[in-house]
């Protein structure tokens, strides 16, 4: 009983922050943009975010015509359970809920990511769909290698891939001084797991008549719209938990919410990038500096043992 009301305390917490976090970003947005944004729903627009869920929740459902109709209607679905399924991973303290470390269990669950962007293009039977998941997927197959080998990197050089282990090494802000030059990579990376500017090559709009989501509405759409959004949330706190510190609450909010800002905020300071010049930058420039920086701290290690 205890934790399935942690369960619905997540649950709840986490579609307000999305709610929030929409609206907030079409407010940093309008401000930049030297304009005011959501600004008529409710007191400086607070409501917002519900006048669009309900918008999008009362939508007529319709079928694809000659498409997989039951795999174009569960997709979003699965899609949204295993994001909710992140979270809970999150901040548990005992290990009877852990069968596996939960850095190794976040790689698996971000890894998935993959099918669903393939099933969403192919069930439903559009050529715009299908062009967008091919171009989904080679993406996502780009980054998430060096984004593994970042993962495999931080869990090497803590000695675990455990949170208890990553915590251990922040008590002194031990990652942050030795490991600031992968941060940047991990913000990039992060960029192009969120599918957000400059690299929101996966939905471009002006390219892909929306990409792989171009057949959905209604929930559907507002399912993939909530992952979107609750990803950001969960990179920020993975950012947090890696390379700075979570040991205070008060401080562990205020890093979440710069760190959030910051995401937000590119969306309007850089043009989208061109898809070729992201493959060569994840698989000619960040894959081999990974590389290099990991064979640099484990020979300064095999030093430091051989010395003493």
């Given at each position: 009983m205890e934790y399935l009301l942690y369960y619905l305390v997540v649950f709840f917490v986490i579609l307000f922050s999305i709610m929030f976090m929409s609206l907030l970003e079409r407010k940093i947005l309008g401000y930049i943009q030297m304009r005011k944004g959501p600004n008529f729903?409710?007191?400086?627009?607070?409501?917002?975010?519900?006048?669009?869920?309900v918008k999008l929740f009362l939508k007529e459902e319709f079928l694809i015509g000659r498409g997989m109709n039951l795999m174009y209607f569960w997709v979003p679905f699965y899609m949204f359970s295993i994001n909710l399924l992140i979270w809970f991973i999150y901040p548990f303290e005992t290990?009877?809920?852990?069968?596996?470390?939960?850095?190794?269990?976040?790689?698996?669950l971000l890894s998935l990511s993959v099918y669903y962007l393939m099933y969403m293009g192919w069930s439903s039977n559009s050529v715009y769909s299908i062009l967008g998941a091919i171009r989904s997927m080679a993406q996502t197959i780009s980054y998430e290698i060096s984004l593994s080998l970042l993962f495999f990197f931080l869990f090497f050089f803590s000695s675990g891939s455990g949170f208890e282990e990553i915590e251990f090494y922040q008590f002194y802000?031990?990652?942050?001084?030795?490991?600031?030059?992968?941060?940047?990579?991990?913000?990039?990376?992060?960029c192009a797991e969120l599918n957000r500017t400059p690299f929101d090559f996966a939905e471009g709009e002006s390219e892909l008549v929306s990409g792989f989501n171009v057949e959905y509405s209604g929930v559907k759409f507002s399912l993939i719209f909530m992952v979107e959004y609750s990803n950001m949330l969960f990179m920020s706190t993975l950012f947090i938990?890696?390379?700075?510190?979570?040991?205070?609450?008060?401080?562990?909010?205020?890093l979440l919410w710069i760190f959030s800002m910051m995401l937000l905020s590119i969306r309007s300071m850089f043009p989208r990038f061109r898809y070729d010049l992201l493959m060569y930058l994840v698989?000619?420039?960040?894959m081999l500096y990974i590389l290099g920086f990991f064979f640099l701290i484990l020979i300064?290690?095999?030093?430091?043992?051989?010395?003493n």
């Open positions: 729903v409710g007191l400086l627009g607070m409501l917002q975010p519900i006048s669009d869920a290990d009877d809920l852990m069968f596996i470390s939960e850095g190794f269990f976040i790689m698996c802000f031990i990652n942050f001084f030795f490991m600031w030059p992968l941060m940047g990579i991990w913000i990039i990376l992060v938990i890696y390379f700075l510190s979570n040991k205070l609450i008060f401080l562990y909010f205020i698989w000619k420039e960040f300064f290690e095999i030093n430091i043992i051989y010395m």
